[in-house]
């Protein structure tokens, strides 16, 4: 017997073509009568960027920003939530309900999916990866690599489309 997935985190990386793989991770949600909580990963600067930072600006700025980057990147993933319901869901408010939170967090991206993941009890992960680099066809992107080894849950990565999809974001 098929295990009931109740809930699903979608880890999206706000790129382009991401409503992409949000559209599978509705009609998942939509045909398992499923909740989604949608997840988006702020990563670390880089370590050199991040001395040169701290050694520039005092503490409550770094935390300022810090904590503005937090809200606009909410925004936008409200924004974009708001514009692929209206276009993928516009006479259909049971499948905008199964949207049980949006959360951003700081962290590895990897390590925030699986932490989240298991935190809010999700069954299945969904994400995209876009291919990069000639081996595009021949390797995940190594945040997908990285969950598909750690987890013990189902993940379903969906391949990006390179160029304009149907739904595409055009509001960076």
């Not at 997935?5 to 509705?26: G, P, Q």
């Not at 770094?62 to 209206?86: P, W």
């Not at 969904?126 to 680099?133: E, F, S």
């Not at 390797?139 to 990285?146: D, M, P, V």
């Amino acid at each position: 017997m098929m295990p009931q997935v109740r809930h699903i985190l979608y880890a999206t990386d706000l790129s382009h073509n991401s409503a992409y793989a949000f559209r599978y991770a509705v009609d998942f949600a939509l045909k398992h009568d499923s909740k989604i909580s949608l997840l988006h990963v702020l990563e670390p600067l880089p370590v050199t960027a991040a001395a040169l930072a701290e050694a520039m600006l005092p503490q409550e700025q770094l935390q300022k920003l810090r904590n503005e980057k937090r809200s606009y990147t909410l925004d936008k993933i409200r924004k974009r939530l708001k514009f692929f319901c209206e276009k993928e869901l516009p006479d259909d408010p049971e499948s905008q309900a199964r949207i049980a939170s949006v959360i951003v967090t700081q962290g590895f991206a990897a390590d925030e999916i699986l932490q989240k993941a298991d935190e809010l009890d999700c069954d299945a992960i969904i994400m995209g990866t876009h291919g990069k680099g000639l081996l595009a066809h021949t390797f995940l992107g190594s945040t997908a690599k990285r969950v598909l080894r750690r987890t013990r849950k189902p993940v379903f990565v969906i391949p990006l489309p390179k160029g304009e999809t149907d739904i595409t974001f055009h509001d960076d």
